[in-house]
């Protein structure tokens, strides 16, 4: 398959291998972040951990939307959807994840009207469709998603459907790689860049981590070959001392980013004051709120939202596993109280998450070869 295969190759993939162990200076220890919940769970699909030096360690971003978004929010649509005559719509990844009594899956098991779409457009269908019911569209994800909830929004005004709304939980990225690097127990080498993100904000956002931070980045593909690549350009530019944003992505990427998708977004969002993040704390204008000419769809302005806060339970370390600071398996939940079966935390459920990904690939793994191994 076409941008499949040859980003499979196993002679290029071990050429490339060679090149990075050429590359990586054995008396050096290098921490390179992927930014992406897609690249964490591409890293542990293809077992590329396994194929690079031991000197060089992945750190995994907080890119899994679902991951930072804090459990308040999360309680918070499950009482809109509670509201009479409330259809709760969202992806379907966010079924699972738990707010402080339950997730939306558990809320509908108790009989709230929960509905996963693949779409926000989607939701605006039902409301079409059901003019007697408010459709709410608990929108979440970094600027990758947001355009389509921007589009949704602006079709449903042209066509002045009224009983549609959004609960905007979108985020942008640039601000909590703000935020990691300024993070004191944080020491990184350079960045791979989000791919998904970066197909509508382009390469440039990235500048001043180069410029003012002096770390590389590269913008980088989703298959394995991508993802060595980028290796390989981040190990070029720290054996030359440079500093630079580099698109490996090239074939996806626009440097200047989409400008329609952007145009959307500028039209329907603006950034709040502040937000806060799962594990990152509150950081400023790091999120979307809807405009105020589009404040009938905004679900916000439609229904009053408690603005609940909920602490993490004390045990899940989901924090510090955010911030790169622990790797999954050193949660003293993880495997136990907390897997893809019966998730603690967000970083469990989303496929993007980086427990769920370890726990996937690399537990279940382990796991097999004890069993393979054991005495029969
Ligand atoms: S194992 Fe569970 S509780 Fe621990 S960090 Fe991961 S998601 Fe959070």
Redesign the pocket.
């Known amino acids: 398959m076409r941008y499949v295969d040859e980003f499979r190759d196993p002679e290029i993939i071990t050429r490339t291998c060679e090149e990075i162990r050429r590359l990586a200076d054995p008396g050096r220890h290098y921490r390179i972040m992927e930014v992406c919940g897609g690249h964490t769970h591409a890293i542990y699909r293809f077992g590329l951990k396994d194929v690079l030096p031991d000197n060089l360690e992945l750190i995994h971003g907080p890119g899994c939307p679902v991951c930072v978004l804090p459990m308040g929010r999360i309680d918070d649509g499950l009482a809109l959807g509670k509201q009479p005559n409330v259809v709760f719509t969202a992806f379907g990844d966010m079924m699972r994840v738990p707010g402080a009594h339950g997730s939306p899956l558990e809320h509908k098991a108790a009989g709230m009207d929960v509905r996963i779409v693949y779409s926000p457009s989607d939701a605006l269908k039902l409301a079409r469709n059901n003019p007697d019911k408010h459709v709410m569209f608990f929108a979440i994800g970094f600027e990758t998603t947001a355009p389509s909830t921007a589009l949704t929004l602006m079709r449903a005004k042209a066509e002045g459907i009224r009983n549609f709304s959004v609960f905007c939980n979108h985020v942008t990225i640039i601000p909590a790689i703000r935020a990691i690097l300024d993070s004191p127990d944080m020491r990184l080498d350079a960045f791979i860049g989000p791919g998904h993100v970066s197909t509508v904000i382009g390469c440039r956002p990235y500048e001043w981590i180069a410029r003012d931070e002096k770390k590389p980045i590269v913008v980088s593909g989703f298959e394995p070959l991508d993802l060595l690549q980028s290796v390989v350009m981040l190990l070029r530019q720290l054996k030359e001392g440079r500093a630079v944003v580099e698109n490996q992505y090239a074939r996806v990427v626009p440097w200047e980013g989409n400008r329609a998708a952007l145009a959307a977004m500028a039209e329907v969002f603006q950034l709040r004051p502040y937000f806060e993040w799962r594990g990152l704390g509150f950081i400023s204008q790091s999120a979307l709120r809807i405009r105020d000419s589009y404040a009938a769809w905004d679900a916000e302005k439609v229904f009053d939202v408690a603005g609940v806060r909920v602490t993490d339970?004390k045990?899940?370390?989901?924090g510090e596993?955010l911030k790169g600071v622990l790797k999954?398996v050193q949660?003293?939940?993880?495997g136990r109280e907390?897997t893809p079966e019966r998730?603690?935390?967000?970083?469990?459920v989303s496929s993007e998450?980086s427990?769920a990904a370890y726990y996937n690939y690399e537990h279940r793994k382990a796991a097999a070869s004890k069993r393979d191994l054991a005495p029969v």
């Open positions: 339970p045990a899940a370390q989901c596993v999954p949660c003293k939940l993880f907390c998730p603690v935390g967000a970083l469990m998450g427990c």
